[in-house]
């Protein structure tokens, strides 16, 4: 059943399970859970027996801390005034009145809490690299939002989103399973976290007029309109030419290329962005986010596949 989302301040509230689902932002969940998939994928390639559990642990801790950063992101930029009666974007729970900036903090710091948790469960299985990524990956969760200078306020949000829904999360997964150091990880997770990056330049893009207007500047308000559109097409293409490389990193699993059936829904997103404006580009960060998704999900099909 598709979630309707309601889009103006007043709207009567959802149910309550409904209102924590849509403050969860479920749409983009997929950018924390698709990093692990092919961390684990590719450390199966390379030999190392699945450890299932392990992978679970990581996959809940994963989407818990970006539920946190997403609530947390919810209730500060409540309380900072960033989102208003003309929000482009859908609407916040806490902006709509469903919920109070108070119980929103709450929610993500329960968030982080259990993700905290499972952290202290993966550190003992994966030794002092998974306690640097877990908590570094926490902190960034609540920098994001709350503090003096957030780093959703700065350029350098896609940068955040690149190396934490990219590098860290592809290579610290395969740490998880493998317990060492992956070229092939590290060169998936940067090719990973570029469509991710490339879902923020659309929120940025989208909510450009807004931000500069509040005095944030976002990666998009500093390169501008169409220099930001360009640069999401790069970020959604580039990924498939890391393909080759990492065929030569595992010259024994050629079903890596099945990463390739991605490039149509990577084509078509760009063609999409190439003319969208205003609220059509909601549909569009939720098409990249689909992109993203699925160029993780067959590569770490592939990377299964004994070809």
Avoid at 15 to 28: F, G, H, K, N, Y
Avoid at 194 to 204: E, G, R, T, Y
Avoid at 211 to 230: F, I, Q, Y
Avoid at 280 to 306: E, I
Wanted: net charge positive; charged share 10%; hydrophobic share 60%.
């Amino acid at each position: 059943m598709k979630l309707k989302l309601p889009l103006a301040i007043g709207d009567a509230p959802p149910s309550r399970w409904r209102i924590w689902w849509i403050a969860a932002r479920p749409r983009t969940l997929a950018l924390s859970a698709t990093p692990v998939l092919v961390g684990s994928a590719l450390a199966w390639a390379e030999g190392a027996s699945p450890r299932l559990g392990i992978a679970l642990a990581t996959l809940t801790a994963a989407l818990l801390i970006q539920i946190g950063t997403n609530l947390l992101n919810d209730a500060s930029d409540f309380e900072r005034g960033n989102d208003r009666p003309g929000r482009l974007g859908p609407l916040r729970v806490t902006a709509a009145g469903w919920a109070s900036a108070a119980s929103v903090r709450r929610a993500a710091l329960l968030a982080f809490a259990f993700a905290f948790a499972l952290g202290v469960f993966l550190a003992v299985s994966g030794g002092w690299p998974i306690v640097i990524i877990g908590l570094s990956s926490l902190a960034a969760g609540a920098m994001y939002s709350a503090g003096p200078k957030p780093i959703s306020h700065t350029p350098f949000g896609e940068l955040f989103v690149w190396l934490f829904f990219g590098v860290f999360a592809v290579s610290g997964s395969h740490w998880l399973q493998a317990e060492r150091l992956s070229p092939a990880a590290l060169l998936a997770g940067a090719a990973l976290g570029l469509p991710a990056a490339a879902v923020l330049l659309v929120n940025n893009l989208r909510d450009l007029a807004a931000d500069t207007a509040a005095g944030r500047m976002t990666l998009a308000a500093v390169l501008g309109e169409a220099p930001a559109r360009d640069t999401h097409a790069v970020l959604m293409i580039a990924p498939f030419f890391v393909l080759p490389l990492l065929s030569a990193l595992l010259p024994s699993r050629h079903g890596l290329w099945l990463a390739l059936a991605a490039l149509p829904a990577a084509f078509e997103v760009v063609r999409a962005m190439r003319r969208a404006h205003g609220v059509a580009l909601n549909d569009v960060l939720a098409r990249s986010a689909r992109a993203q998704f699925l160029f993780g999900l067959f590569l770490a099909l592939g990377c299964l596949l004994p070809l």
